[in-house]
């Protein structure tokens, strides 16, 4: 068994544990932002990939990810070219990576006599941003950020969009194309994408929101004609209490879906270990389903979420399920909180 960690926990007290297992762990220095294992991979030849699994998606390996984040998770069987390829990615990055000191045991079977350069090309559908660490990449090269531009691009009905950050201005300019064709545009960020610089009406968008970075994005894309909801759950966001809305996944006129790892940043197309993959068939129902049940959090409980917050003005924290909201009502939310409404936790 080999595992590959984010250098942030090359030390922990897990990591220990496993090497004293027999596991092999190594560590990178970029962010490990992947969530896959290959069960059964292919370790000679590629005919092995036929029998193995992947698990992947957005889905840590953490309790916070089973308990109050909202993931997607995937387990892909006996499909060749989707073994093959996260195997291959795999043992790029394994080939980087820095060994873990202490007594784990290679296992001889693992020297790999396995040819990626047969792997890497192989199945167009899965996106490693490994590959832009190759060379000297600019961000318009990355491609995971290609293949969702080209995806928005050829939309022609809706796109539903759930993600935990919106920071690229070249997503936001696509998604502009998109809504001057016509376009349906539903997104669901988390909470802490939230700036609370304006409210929109028949108002003219302000100067200060037009999107010159990353800051105003969501805004400026509401103001263009786009649904933007925020998955809201606490006064005050902080890491510790959140309950994110953590996956990243884009459902392009109802029948194909982008999700993985990559969050819609430009750090994570030229700065960390991504996997984006396009889906069809009958599973994009399921994404779907799963767009209309958190786009629609808390539906019809906005007044009285305000009221609990009026009631418990300075007396506790205010922290409750989740509801998506739009701009205007976190908005109004904030105002309350600004008037005292709950017990401030800084």
């Known amino acids: 068994m080999r595992l590959i960690l984010d250098s942030a926990t090359q030390k922990s007290e897990k990591a220990t544990e496993l090497e004293l297992a027999g596991v092999d762990v190594r560590y990178v220095n970029l962010i490990m932002h992947h969530k896959f294992a290959v069960i059964d991979g292919p370790l000679l030849q590629n005919v092995e990939a036929s029998t193995g699994s ?18 997607d998770f995937l387990i892909f069987k006996n499909e060749f070219g989707m073994v093959e390829s996260f195997q291959a990615e795999f043992n790029l990055i394994w ?14 079977q693992w020297s790999s006599q396995f040819d990626l350069d047969d792997l890497v090309a192989s199945f167009r559908p899965v996106y490693f941003t490994s590959s832009n660490f190759l060379r000297t990449t600019a961000l318009s090269e990355g491609v995971a950020g290609k293949a969702i531009i080209e995806a928005i691009d050829h939309a022609q009905v809706s796109l539903l969009i759930a993600t935990t950050h919106f920071r690229r201005r070249d997503f936001y300019d696509a998604l502009v194309r998109a809504l001057q064709r016509g376009v349906r545009i539903e997104m669901l960020l988390d909470q802490q994408e939230y700036n609370g610089q304006a409210r929109y009406n028949s108002q003219p968008m302000p100067a200060f929101l ?8 969501d805004e400026s894309l509401a103001a263009q004609g786009a649904v933007v909801k925020y998955k809201t759950y606490s006064h005050v966001w902080a890491h510790q209490s959140a309950k994110q809305m953590h996956s990243k996944y884009m459902i392009v006129d109802q029948t194909v879906t982008y999700t993985g790892s990559f969050n819609w940043s430009g750090n994570a197309e030229l700065k960390t270990y991504e996997n984006l993959i396009r889906l069809e068939s009958e599973i994009v129902a399921d994404y779907r389903g799963n767009f209309e049940k958190i786009f629609n959090y808390g539906a019809g409980q906005f ?11 300075g007396r506790k924290p205010c922290f409750f399920e989740p509801i998506a909201l739009s701009m205007a009502e976190l908005h109004d939310l904030q105002e309350l909180y600004a008037r005292g409404a709950c017990r401030r936790i800084f």
């Open 95 to 108: 080939s980087k990576a820095k060994d873990f000191e202490g007594p784990g045991r290679l296992d001889p």
């Open 210 to 217: 037009a999107p010159t970075n990353s800051k105003h994005l």
């Open 303 to 313: 007044e009285t979420l305000k009221n609990i917050a009026i009631a418990s003005a």
């Open 54 to 71: 992947v698990l992947t998606g957005s889905f840590n390996w953490a309790s916070s990810a089973e308990t109050t984040y909202d993931e």
